[in-house]
């Protein structure tokens, strides 16, 4: 999720309940917490988007955010994310070029089905193909090691998915991240998420709690229109509140 890229928030558990059934497991685009599906043996998950987080007096633009995904088996995912970025303040003209770049392999090592929850490991890491775009204030600098834990699990008619995990970066000290989120069935094609994110310093100084909403349509079996909105709504890190949002289309095939 390129969206996702400067937002490493802290420490919080927040459980969102819900009496109507619940589809699918919620993590993963259009939110910031992943979950731990994969596309299952042979095929693609795909996702482009238009991508936006604004502060006062910023915008940052990612269009398209490309988050490509292949079941490599099925219980491994291959993934590759990216985005052309444009960067807007209002002291100066536009600033485009290319964003960061993940590369990572989600592992899922139980199944709900027998064992009783679905869990996954999603190493990742997160480099700048050019160091231009560091300069340009495009992406963040150095080489970033992520190893985020997810899992899932059925309370009852709640489906709720938790991402937790250590971020290590080559510049800068290394943060803690940690993420909630469950979807309601609205309809038989319409489902809405909330979720609660966060990161902070490994010893729990400058975090940032941001809180989402999204939302899937699925308009055929290949195709599924995923959106969310969300605000940052405490942080300590000195730097104003963020909104943010993601719009785009899911392709399953």
């Known amino acids: 999720m390129v969206w996702s890229k400067p937002e490493r928030r802290s420490v919080l558990l927040v459980l969102f309940g819900a009496t109507a059934r619940l589809t699918f497991a919620q993590g993963g685009p259009p ?69 960061g770049t993940e590369a990572a392999l989600k592992w899922r090592f139980l199944d709900e089905d027998s064992n009783g929850v679905d869990a996954s490991m ?44 250590p971020l290590v970066s080559t510049v800068g000290r290394s943060e803690f991240l940690a993420g909630v989120v469950a979807g309601v069935d609205l309809t038989k094609k319409t489902s809405l998420m909330a979720e609660v994110h966060a990161t902070s310093r490994t010893n729990l100084t400058r975090d940032v709690v941001s809180l989402n909403v999204g939302w899937r349509h699925t308009i055929n079996k290949h195709a599924i229109w995923i959106a969310s909105l969300g605000h940052e709504v405490h942080s300590r890190t000195g730097d104003p509140l963020a909104f943010v949002g993601y719009c785009g289309v899911q392709l399953l095939y």
């Open 31 to 99: 939110m910031i917490t992943d979950d731990p599906g994969t596309p299952g043996k042979g095929r693609w998950e795909n996702n482009l988007a238009i991508a936006f987080e604004h502060r006062p007096n910023e915008w940052s633009i990612y269009a398209p955010a490309i988050d490509l995904n292949y079941g490599w088996g099925d219980h491994v995912q291959l993934t590759l994310q990216t985005s052309a970025a444009l960067l807007q303040r209002s002291d100066h003209g536009p600033v485009d070029g290319l964003g």
């Open 122 to 165: 999603f190493p990742r890491i997160i480099f700048n193909i050019t160091q231009s775009s560091v300069r340009r204030g495009l992406s963040e600098d150095g080489t970033r090691f992520q190893i985020p834990f997810q899992v899932a699990k059925k309370v009852g008619s709640v489906d709720l998915d938790c991402e937790f995990g």
